[in-house]
């Protein structure tokens, strides 16, 4: 049974691809039969675009099991479909030995593996047909199974970023050049044989992309060009429908804008059609996702009574009294080497799940100390990894900062046995919620404190979705910030429960329970940033939202900017996921000096 689904999977994404591909673009393929061949390889290509494995599976007659970013595996729903179309993780920041052990176990059963060498979309100076250096991993594999490498080459797929290239008959041509296989080299030693492999394959890449460019006489144009270069492409709120030429910023000077107005423009423009279908499908596949864990928690038949007599005795409380951090509490600190210092203690609010009762946060010191100002790093629900939070981190130590990357409830190592990453945080028990809210800011409340006590005196807030939650709520009682980055924060907490696409289960549940809008209202002066004003400086704070955002939308972040007056709007063109969003808001903030 199991077979037979995911050849039907494989059968049906196949035909999908063909279909909508051959409809929006043309593909010439020089030397198809190289990749027809009998018996297992490793496919090699550049990558400049989210389309290309999808347009190169397409023109190749064997089914391709493509090394995809471990990241989206972490989501049931889609990680489900990518094991579906027998895609495997791989993470791209270090060796993982058991993706190398699952390219070898499938490469030695006579699959088609492919991967992407450059570790990501890389274009211009800073991608392999340009010279860039060829990762080592393609022919550690190849070595190791014992299998050849087939070198591929795509052009012209990363103009599909414009909407205009989906219109019906315009059939955007896209250049594919197969090369002859590069044996694995058995004889030689393993190093020697690593390096002859490497050699042979970056000369490969670049000699098919001089044959692409000299046999089609490809213009500028359609040579590779960065993701966003294409979107903004004449784009009549920033060059005046004049040609495109070059990088955004000649775009700004055409349109004699200056380059710090940039990211105001952009909310102005036109969104896309392509980058809003893009997020729109990936922000409905999360909802899908966590909508089906959330299908196992099921309220009792009394949670109306106890929802009554908690929002009862939270009445009495302002937010400084219920985020108050008790009398007594203490951090205790475990130093780990010389990067990284790993702070645990017990968490004030005890929980019904002990893992949950241990509060720990990732502290990276920089040069200047414990005395340097402190930015923490409040990862979003069910974040996927921690990986991206470190290299952030790092980049907050170059500019003087050191960075505290906060497990919030239920979340990394306060996972309790049996559960996903974060599964606990949101459900249809809204006490649960409400109190691990209150557990993640007192908790980050006491790190504050201890960090004074170190010296500390200046702090700054990093969260997203549901990091950027608890973060508003923390600006509600602190006041000791450089700035407050909130991006896509759940700002209006009616909106969430009663009308967003990731709470459906959820709101099935609560009206099985008798539980209405109004009585979760009663509770909103203490958990809902929207009903509340910032104790710390407005002006301070920076709002960041997706324009396709289907959970937080974005008239509620304008909203909130308007009623948290001085406060900065940063609009950015992707769904509630996606990783653009933390880039261009550390960008923000180092252009206002943090």
């Known amino acids: 049974m199991r077979s037979l689904f995911y050849s039907f999977a494989n059968r049906t994404a196949a035909l999908l691809m063909k279909l909508l591909f051959g409809c929006v673009a043309r593909v010439w393929v020089l030397r198809r039969e190289n990749a027809n061949h009998a018996g ?3 496919l090699a290509a550049n990558h400049i675009s989210h389309f290309d494995p999808f347009i190169i599976s397409s023109v190749v007659r064997q089914k391709i099991d493509w090394m995809t970013m471990a990241e989206f595996f972490r989501f049931p729903l889609l990680g489900l479909l990518l094991r579906a179309v027998d895609a495997f993780p791989a993470d791209r920041h270090r060796a993982d030995r058991k993706t190398i052990r699952t390219a070898i176990e499938r490469l030695k059963s006579g699959h088609v593996v492919g991967l992407f060498p450059e ?7 800073h991608s392999l047909l340009e010279g860039a250096p060829l990762r080592r991993g393609a022919a550690t594999l190849a070595h190791m199974a014992g299998v050849s490498i087939l070198p591929c080459v795509i052009v012209g797929s990363d103009r599909l970023y414009s909407r205009k290239r989906w219109l019906p008959l315009r059939r955007t041509p896209i250049w594919i050049a197969f090369g002859n296989p590069i044996s694995h080299f058995p004889d030689p030693q393993k190093s020697e044989a690593r390096e002859r492999i490497e050699y042979e ?8 992309y001089a ?4 046999k089609f006489s490809l213009t500028p144009d359609d040579l590779p060009h960065p993701p966003r270069e294409r979107m903004l492409k004449k784009s009549p709120c920033i060059v005046n429908n004049e040609d495109y030429e070059g990088h955004e910023e000649k775009q700004i000077q055409k349109a004699s804008v200056p380059l710090r107005d940039l990211r105001g423009l952009r909310g102005e423009a036109k969104p896309y059609l392509v980058p809003r279908f893009a997020a729109s499908g990936i922000d409905f596949l999360m909802c899908a996702s966590i909508n089906l864990l959330q299908s196992r928690h099921h309220l009792r038949a009394r949670s109306r009574g106890e929802m009554e007599r908690y929002v009862t005795a939270c009445e009495k409380f302002t937010a400084e009294s219920f985020y108050a951090v008790p009398n007594g509490a203490e951090i205790a600190t475990a130093i780990g080497d010389r990067s990284t210092v790993t702070i645990t203690w017990p968490s004030p609010i005890n929980t019904n799940f002990p893992a949950n009762n241990i509060a720990r946060a990732d502290f990276f010191p920089c040069a200047r100390g414990w005395r340097a100002p402190t930015v923490f790093m409040l990862h979003a629900l069910m974040s996927a990894s ?3 939070y470190r290299r952030y981190a790092a980049r ?11 497990h919030l409830p239920y979340h990394y190592s306060r996972v309790p046995r049996g559960y996903w ?3 606990l945080a949101i459900t249809a028990d809204l006490i649960r919620n409400a109190e691990g809210l209150r557990q993640g800011v007192i908790e980050l409340r006491q790190l504050m404190s201890a960090l004074r006590e170190r010296g500390c005196q200046e702090f700054g807030v990093l969260g997203t979705s549901y990091g950027g939650w608890i973060g508003a709520l923390l600006a509600m009682v602190e006041r000791d910030f450089r700035f407050v980055a909130l991006m896509a924060p759940i700002v209006n907490v009616e909106h969430a429960i009663w009308e967003s696409p990731a709470a459906r289960f959820m709101r099935r549940e609560l009206r099985r329970a008798n539980i209405d809008p109004s009585l979760v209202a009663r509770h909103f002066h203490l958990s809902s940033p929207m009903h509340n004003q910032p104790l710390c400086d407005p002006a301070r704070v920076l709002f960041v939202a997706g324009e396709f955002d289907l959970v937080v939308r974005l008239e509620h972040i304008k909203e909130i900017q308007q009623k948290w007056r001085g406060s900065e709007l940063l609009r950015v063109r992707q769904g509630h996921f996606g990783y653009r969003m933390i880039r261009e808001t550390i960008a923000q903030l180092k252009e206002r000096e943090l």
């Open 40 to 42: 297992a390889f490793l």
């Open 201 to 208: 394959l970056a000369a490969a890449f670049k000699l098919l």
């Open 396 to 406: 907050f130590n170059e500019l003087g900062w050191n960075a505290c990357f906060v």
């Open 421 to 423: 990453n974060g599964e």
């Open 119 to 125: 570790g990501g979309i890389r274009d211009r100076a």
């Open 386 to 388: 921690h990986i991206g």
């Open 211 to 214: 044959e692409l460019r000299e």
